[in-house]
């Protein structure tokens, strides 16, 4: 009897201690597309009505399981965090990422396109003009954009961002631009799911450069004059001395 009644006292602690939660994908539950080459990031939370060390959400692309990916953990009293990472994805990791957990699961769909979009080797400036550059990423998801010199955050009273085609920051102006600025100009733009960066060459020419082919000439026939001119006296001298 006593024995009865202690499974029974049992079976309601685990009843009433048992897990019960809700799984989500912080980044979305629809549908996510990004470019090849971007990192891809995703977070699953897994909250729960108590503590239990042996609840642990899992990542499936298409049922099968992830390869490639970085893994971390975080874990709160009531929730459990897994995140994937992923520095370079290509076309074949788009498909359907499922998070599993204890007792619930949620999907996103991630497509990957192909992405050819890319700054010019260089571009160049004049001194004292503006510099204008415009983040060349593409995508369906609004990224943020961030600029960097030689991989130096830019910060400069001469800098103005702003706002273009859906890209927040896509568009460098500095203003006037120095001799000084040259560099590689790196805009790396990110969103909930990646990161994309782009890298060009930036060449600023002094005010006068465009001049100094016109003066290279103008020099050249001067001289040219002069040797015309120093020969022409060095004959005379030679005929009044022949007669």
């Not at 470019?35 to 060390?53: F, G, P, R």
């Not at 992830?66 to 897994?82: D, I, P, Q, R």
């Not at 983040?135 to 369906?140: A, G, H, K, L, N």
């Not at 990110?190 to 782009?198: D, E, H, P, V």
Request: charged share 20%.
């Amino acid at each position: 009897m006593q024995t009865r009644s202690l499974q029974c006292l049992l079976w309601l602690l685990r009843l009433f201690t048992s897990i019960s939660g809700s799984t989500r994908i912080l980044e979305g539950n629809e549908f996510l597309q990004t470019v090849e080459q971007s990192s891809l990031s995703l977070t699953c939370e897994y909250t729960y009505s108590h503590t239990n060390d042996s609840v642990m959400p899992i990542f499936r692309k298409n049922g099968q399981e992830l390869v490639g990916f970085e893994t971390n953990v975080t874990k709160s009293s009531s929730t459990v965090k897994l995140n994937i990472l992923k520095s370079s994805i290509d076309i074949s990791d788009g498909g359907i990422y499922t998070c599993i957990s204890n007792d619930s699961t949620s999907n996103v769909t991630i497509m990957v396109l192909a992405d050819n979009s890319k700054f010019d080797q260089s571009y160049s400036f004049i001194e004292d003009k503006d510099l204008m550059l415009d983040c060349p990423v593409q995508s369906f998801l609004q990224p943020t954009v961030t600029w960097y010199r030689e991989g130096v955050l830019l910060n400069d009273d001469r800098i103005v961002l702003s706002n273009i085609q859906g890209k927040q920051n896509g568009s460098l102006q500095i203003s006037p631009v120095k001799t000084s600025d040259r560099g590689h100009y790196t805009c790396s733009a990110s969103w909930s799911i990646g990161r994309k960066s782009f890298t060009t060459l930036v060449r600023v020419r002094e005010k006068l450069a465009p001049l100094w082919p016109f003066i290279g000439i103008v020099l050249e026939v001067l001289v040219l004059v002069l040797i015309i001119m120093f020969c022409k006296d060095n004959k005379k001298k030679t005929d009044r001395k022949s007669s």
